[in-house]
């Protein structure tokens, strides 16, 4: 009897500690939407911290503290909040699919953004290219026409000695 007592109590206990209803709604919850965009600035940030940390400690950025402000929300709003999130399954899953969703056309804006960049930087080299072989050709032309042994390119009328009164 004891040890059936015992293991119902361990789990009665043990249902109690999971909870039936998840957490409670938080006064201060933060809306979907600014989870959406907290959730970006922090994956976008976390990813530059990742590439340029020392940039960033050298100016002084902490990553939540930079959010927080931000948002004017402090830890403990947002971790009820997350954690108010993530036993709403769907909400949650909403919230995480517009925060990719939303990564991934920044992705396509920025390498939409690196083409057009690229190519106007090919346009730029193109044209330099082409002003400096317009320029050689120039510089050539002028240099056959002042120098007799390669040919004359201009034969004045005038000038009884050329090769085409011969």
Do not use: W
């Amino acid at each position: 009897m004891l040890k059936q007592f015992v293991s119902f109590f361990c789990i009665m206990a043990l249902v109690a500690s999971c909870g039936f209803g998840g957490p409670k709604k938080p006064k201060n919850l933060i809306s979907k939407k600014n989870m959406v965009a907290i959730l970006i600035d922090a994956k976008l940030l976390a990813t530059a911290t990742s590439a340029n940390q020392s940039i960033l400690e050298s100016h002084g950025v902490q990553i939540n503290r930079y959010i927080f402000e931000k948002y004017g929300i402090d830890s403990l709003q947002f971790a009820e909040s997350n954690k108010y999130y993530a036993h709403k399954i769907k909400d949650y899953e909403e919230i995480y699919t517009k925060v990719t969703d939303s990564l991934e056309r920044l992705k396509v804006a920025l390498k939409e953004l690196e083409l057009k960049e690229e190519k106007k930087k090919k346009k730029e080299t193109d044209s330099i290219n082409a002003v400096t072989a317009k320029d050689s050709l120039a510089a050539v032309l002028v240099k056959k026409a002042l120098n007799p042994e390669e040919g004359i390119l201009i034969s004045p009328a005038s000038d009884k000695n050329s090769p085409l009164y011969k």
